[in-house]
């Protein structure tokens, strides 16, 4: 449990940040949007948290509703440039008219990003995109050929996600990283992965873990133990000392004696606090990780607006989920229960990273 | 105890990086690119990206910064504006 550790001083800094987080919560100031365009996918994922397929059932969102809801409901109270979009999905470049969705959400000022598994990232299509104002990527490489293909459960993906990691790097006005789930079979084999990356010129590279949500909670070759899961933050924490690639945890939960170790700051879930997201049909929630319903409202009935002002309690008031493993814990300060999307509907903690460590 | 004052004592312990609630990704995304081994890490210039997210842009990013700490901008920056004379001459 010796990852559990806080020292002194971290301990101090954490209740610092803590008094700072309060009025950040305060304050919610939107900084990123989500738009969840499509639920369609090209890939049927092992590991999704979405459970996204070709077919979904669920039709994307016309494009023109979302500018309907920028332009009427977010434009007036913001900065555009101040406003993150993030397309996302599914995999957004199932949607054709992806490059007019990014040319109009430029228009309006907004920078704009995407997270994409690489299946159909062609050069003529990152082109467009480009053109179209495309700022940040993030694409899905989860190991090397054998490990990624298993996940993806398509034999080409793995070439197809590095041909688009390629292209990526060398897009000088581009952001970017490289995103991986780490699996038990990839924790052994992450050096090797670290080394391959850097080979690529790839310089940012971030790694999160399975949840269960979606199929991924069903399928017991995905996850890590408990022992893995530490392997894989004393690697994350090793090589941001060698500082060879930029390389984070994501945003996932609280790590106890690793925080500021494996991330650049101490954990924090902004769902609801600066990240909003407007879903396939038309729900409003925190961030497009969080599958269970806490949805705040709708844009088909509600004002977008007056529900990112008024609603969100859940997000913004943790104190309900000092509840079950959270009830007495000392860690609840500082992690308020974990990250929303490890929240099943009925506000059950699902995973408890602390604990793991 | 005021915000200032809280951000100078988390310097004080050595995380006010980690304390910074503003989304950041390192700078030099450009300069970095054709180094093998260039130490990207930058303790000055934390990032967080949200779960499902996207690397926060750099342009958007130092935007975010100096709204958040709007009297932290190096000297140098501010520097000619508080040098700068009137057409007037007061």
């Known amino acids: ?42 890939l049927a994922c092992r590991h999704c948290g979405s459970d996204c ?46 490059e007019e969705a990014g040319a109009e959400v430029t228009r309006r000022g907004y920078p704009w ?21 495309l700022r940040s990527v993030s694409v899905s490489l989860d190991g090397f050929e054998r490990e990624h293909n298993y996940i993806r459960g398509n034999a080409r993906s793995y070439d197809r996600a590095l041909d688009a990691v390629r292209m990526v790097v060398r897009e000088p006005s581009l952001s970017y990283d490289v995103v991986t789930c780490v699996t038990g079979a990839m924790v052994p084999q992450l050096e090797a992965f670290r080394d391959m990356l850097i080979a690529e010129g790839v310089r940012h590279w971030r ?17 890590m133990t408990d022992a893995q899961f530490r392997d894989m933050l004393d690697f994350i924490r090793r090589t941001r000392r060698e500082g060879r690639i930029d390389v984070s945890y994501a945003c996932e939960g609280f790590l106890g004696g690793y925080e500021a170790e494996v991330r650049d700051q101490f954990y924090q ?3 609801g606090v600066s990240v909003a997201s407007i879903r396939v049909d038309g729900a409003i929630s925190g961030c497009t990780s969080i599958r269970a319903n806490y949805h705040q409202g709708n844009i088909y009935r509600d004002r977008f607006w007056d529900v990112w002002q008024n609603r969100f309690g859940p997000f913004r008031n943790r104190e309900w989920a000092r509840k079950g493993p959270c009830a ?29 460590l | 105890m005021n915000r200032k004052l809280k951000i100078a004592l988390a310097a004080l312990l050595g995380f006010s990086a980690a304390c910074s609630s503003v989304k950041n990704a390192p700078k030099d995304d450009g300069k970095q690119r054709d ?30 910064m100096e709204r958040q700490h709007p009297d932290s901008l190096p000297p140098v920056a501010e520097q000619p504006r508080e040098e700068a004379s009137t057409p007037s001459g007061e």
């Open chain 1, 1 to 42: 449990m010796s990852g559990c550790r806080l020292g002194l001083r971290k301990r101090l800094a954490l209740n610092i940040f803590s008094d700072l987080y309060a009025s950040t919560v305060r304050e919610h100031r939107l900084d990123t949007l989500f738009w969840e365009c499509t639920l369609r996918c090209n």
């Open chain 1, 328 to 356: 007495d814990c000392r860690m609840f300060r500082y992690c308020l229960g974990g990250g929303m999307h490890l929240r099943g509907d009925d506000g059950e903690l699902l995973y408890c990273h602390y604990k793991r």
């Open chain 2, 35 to 64: 180094a093998d081994t260039t130490v990207v890490k930058n303790p000055s210039n934390p990032r967080i990206v949200v779960m499902y997210g996207v690397r926060v842009p750099d342009s958007v990013r130092i935007k975010r």
């Open chain 1, 113 to 133: 990003g995407m997270v994409t598994n690489g299946m159909a990232l062609t050069p003529e299509r990152f082109g467009r995109l480009l053109d179209a104002g």
């Open chain 1, 269 to 271: 879930c902004a769902a």
């Open chain 1, 207 to 223: 790694l999160f873990s399975i949840f269960p949500m979606g199929r991924a909670k069903d399928d017991p070759t995905l996850r």
């Open chain 1, 53 to 98: 397929r070709v077919d979904p059932g669920v039709a994307d969102m016309p494009l023109a509703d979302f500018l309907k809801v920028l332009d009427e409901e977010v434009t007036p109270h913001v900065d555009p440039a101040d406003v993150l979009i993030i397309f996302s999905g599914g995999e957004v470049l199932v949607r054709a008219d992806l």
